[in-house]
């Protein structure tokens, strides 16, 4: 891993990000990791999608990578709802999480 930050790099690598990476098929891999949420930490698996790669026209020499992660979590196995929040009926237990990114680097 090289961001031009050694420091950063350092973090990268730490326990704080994703413990593995696993190509599925072309375009799709399974992200491993664990995700803390209101103290309680569970271990979590995010499906990563390359969306599409192409040359920044804004930055000469830049490479645009697109990836997105959408998938669904259950709040109630974090604790999130208690009181009048606790009933499905009221806030679903599924909580979708959708990040799209854009990554780029140097041609």
């Known amino acids: 891993m090289n961001t031009d930050d050694r420091k950063r790099d350092e ?21 491993y990791g ?3 949420i209101e ?3 569970k271990d979590v698996l995010l499906p990563l999608e390359i969306t599409g790669e192409m040359e920044y ?3 000469k020499g830049t490479i645009i990578l697109g990836v997105l992660i959408d998938t669904t979590l259950d709040r109630t196995g974090y604790g999130i709802g208690t ?3 606790a009933a ?3 806030v679903g237990d599924e ?3 959708h990040i ?7 041609k």
């Open 39 to 41: 103290d309680k930490t």
């Open 34 to 36: 664990k995700l803390t």
């Open 83 to 85: 009181g009048n929040w």
């Open 57 to 59: 026209l804004m930055m």
């Open 11 to 31: 973090h990268l690598q730490s326990p704080d990000f994703p413990a593995k990476i696993e190509k599925k098929l072309e375009k799709e891999y399974s992200v």
């Open 88 to 90: 499905t009926m009221v």
């Open 100 to 106: 799209p990114t854009e990554l780029n680097r140097m």
């Open 95 to 97: 909580v979708r999480i």
